[in-house]
């Protein structure tokens, strides 16, 4: 069984309610990626005429046009209508991790009382995009993946204090790496095993064209530099720490530092929307909002487990998976992202002896 949870759009105006129709937004996109109408309204399944009506409606509503129509240029998107998708397309990078965080906890709930047979495997995880390609893989050989994101250190206390069967993290490789180990060493059990999942590069998210012109850790401390944070025990926070103190800058003194978000792609999507200059981050979720990177360090993304819970079939299927063809093909389209490593399981031990990529 797979839920999926979305969000939807309500204006409350006096006494009244209104709620945005899904198709429009839907249409709008269509449109903004250069569809014509009559092509548009295919894709949402509505007729030409229908189309029209609701573009119509909804600038009438909303108080001016959503679209442009103009002899050899076709339709375009107003600045309105440009709002509404960029605007959509934020939320939903913003709110999809908990959405599914919810939605997980949810199924849980509802396969007890319909007792489904699932197997089914619940981590607790530091963020990371190739998460959701991974469920999507378990589902199909019947295992079903229970998502819930936090800091990495929180996914460790979480799996030993029995609330999970694995938990997610993330170390950079080489000196940062070896910094920072020991902030997870004293939350591993010795007899634990590490699974590979992925390395991924992480570094500064900045707008298109880079305005500010911020090219390393000790630029986030220069005045008029927006910042934007992950929240405490999250993995990039204690990297940024640990850079920051290396550059010898003052938290302090960084504007922003106290804002914070719970995922790669909301700090991405702050930094899209003009909110911030730049974020500590994935370079896939920089890729994905349209902004310059400005890469930092690379690191690997480990799943934590008991050797009991990997001896078993759930386990045996995860890394199945991990070591699957499917799996590394879709890990590797995520920009800075490669999984060739995926499904090697480690003891805790190794990770002192991470290398940087050369």
């Keep these: 069984m797979k839920l999926v949870l979305s969000p939807r759009w309500r204006w409350i105006k006096a006494d009244r309610v209104v709620e945005l129709e899904p198709r429009l937004l839907t249409l709008l996109a269509a449109i903004g990626q250069g569809a014509s109408l009559r092509t548009a309204a295919a894709t949402v399944g509505v007729s030409y005429r229908h189309a029209w009506g609701m573009l ?24 309105l209508g440009q709002a ?46 190739v998460l959701g390609e991974l469920r999507t893989l378990l589902r199909r050989r019947g295992v079903s993946l229970v998502l819930r994101f ?37 939350l591993l059990g010795r007899a634990w095993r590490l699974v590979t999942v992925v390395r991924r590069r992480q570094g500064l998210m900045t707008a298109p064209g880079n305005p500010k012109g911020i090219r390393e850790i000790a630029d986030l401390a220069r005045r008029g530099v927006r910042f934007v944070n992950r929240q405490p025990g999250s993995g990039t926070r204690l990297a940024l720490d640990a850079l920051l103190r290396q550059a ?10 106290e804002d914070e978000e719970y995922t790669h792609s909301a700090v991405a999507a702050l930094v899209a929307s003009g909110a911030a200059d730049v974020g500590l981050g994935l370079e896939a979720a920089a890729r994905r909002f349209g902004l310059d990177f400005v ?32 799996f590394r093909e879709r890990a590797a389209a995520l920009p800075g992202y490669a999984a060739e490593d995926a499904g090697m399981v480690l003891a805790p031990t190794a990770l002192a002896g991470l290398r940087s990529v050369r």
Excluded: K, N
């Design 150 to 186: 936090c800091g990495g250190l929180e996914s460790l206390r979480r799996l030993r204090a029995g609330e999970c069967d694995l938990a997610g993290f993330h170390l950079p490789e080489g000196e940062l790496g070896r910094t920072l180990v020991r902030r997870y060493r004293h």
């Design 248 to 257: 010898g800058r003052d938290p302090a003194g960084i504007e922003g530092y």
């Design 56 to 79: 119509g409606r909804w600038g009438e509503r909303l108080g001016a046009p959503l679209v442009t129509m103009a002899r050899g240029r076709g339709t375009r998107l107003t600045p």
């Design 295 to 326: 890469p930092l360090f690379w690191e690997r993304y480990f799943l934590v487990s008991p050797p009991c819970r990997l001896a078993e079939p759930v386990g045996q299927t995860l890394l199945a998976v991990l070591e699957s063809e499917a």
């Design 84 to 129: 509404l998708v960029e605007g959509d397309r934020v939320i939903r990078e913003r709110l999809t991790p908990l959405l599914e965080e919810a939605a997980g906890e949810l199924e849980q709930r509802l396969a007890t009382v319909l007792e489904t047979g699932d197997d089914r495997l619940h981590l607790c995880a530091s963020h990371d995009l």
